[in-house]
């Protein structure tokens, strides 16, 4: 089949690449790395399948494991001197969730790498490491070091937000600038979830990854998709929920009380770009701007007709701000207000 834009792109009168692209033949028999669910068979869409042919793991030691962590990402076919851009994912998700706009960065030029968050994705955790958030960010610490080595343009989407932030305010020198998507950095952790027996911990996370659940996720988190769309884009989201390992580090992420770094948002010291779907029916827009206003040094845009996740819906416009983003040199005076 040709890699084309999706019907769904193709429909959008916004939607236009940054570059020329060069069309790419990918074959019906997509070969894909072997650590995969056989799953990954059954998605159509050829974005994913194309980006899913490039995940690889690379080893990452850590101090918190006695083996190195075989760690899953996609990995730049060229590398430069310039700040690579590195993206995260939301929460309970993949490299996957980069497979419109991965394509978009490379195609203008930027050395980009989407990285697995530990416990998420496909890495290699039959020797179950500890999830938490400490392990988290000195898991993705010791990837930067070991294989990407130079400062970063660090974007981080919905929960994907406060691992960037956590890890930009922990690790400075690693970050050159924050790109933050429909920011989920308010929560206060796992909450109630916490505190959950074990058992129910797991009964909970077994319906996490439930067709049913995941299909009312991307209801939310989309604005006008046909069922079918929607199911694949399902079947893509919950790929990585098919490892043997899923369910036991995810529950050790519930119980470990997750992500609270709103007290951390204004020790941000990088330049930070927020971008925040209009329609976003997950995140409030008045948190967008809240965020806006206690970052030190922040601007904020918008993209309208979009929900919450821009950067699967919209990533004509996501690649659009990052570029302008990372070329400006100057720093922005941030002067609370709104242009929601």
Known sequence: M???LPPQFASQPGFSFPSTPKLKVVSEADVFPSFLPTEVQRIKDPFARSLATRIQRLPVSVRF???????????????????PVVLLHGFDSSCLEWRYTYPLL???GYETWAVDILGWGFSNLEKLPSCDVVSKR???YQFWKSHIKRAMILV???LGSAVAIDFAVNYP???EKLVLIDASVY???TGNLATLPRAAAYAGVYVLKSIPLRLYANYLSFTNFSFSTSLDWTNVGRLHCLLPWWEDATVDFMTSGGYNVSSQIKKVKQKTLVIWGENDRIISNKLAVRLHCELPDAIIRQIPDCGHLPHVERPDSVVKFIVEFVQSKTKTE???VSPL
């Open 2 to 4: 040709l890699l084309l």
């Open 65 to 83: 494991s006695e083996d190195p962590i075989m760690s899953s990402c996609v990995k730049p076919l060229m590398q430069n001197n310039e700040n």
């Open 106 to 108: 490379e195609e203008a």
């Open 138 to 140: 000195d898991h993705l």
């Open 156 to 158: 981080g989407p919905s």
């Open 173 to 175: 020198e690693a970050v």
């Open 187 to 189: 929560a206060e952790g």
């Open 334 to 336: 941030n002067e609370c």
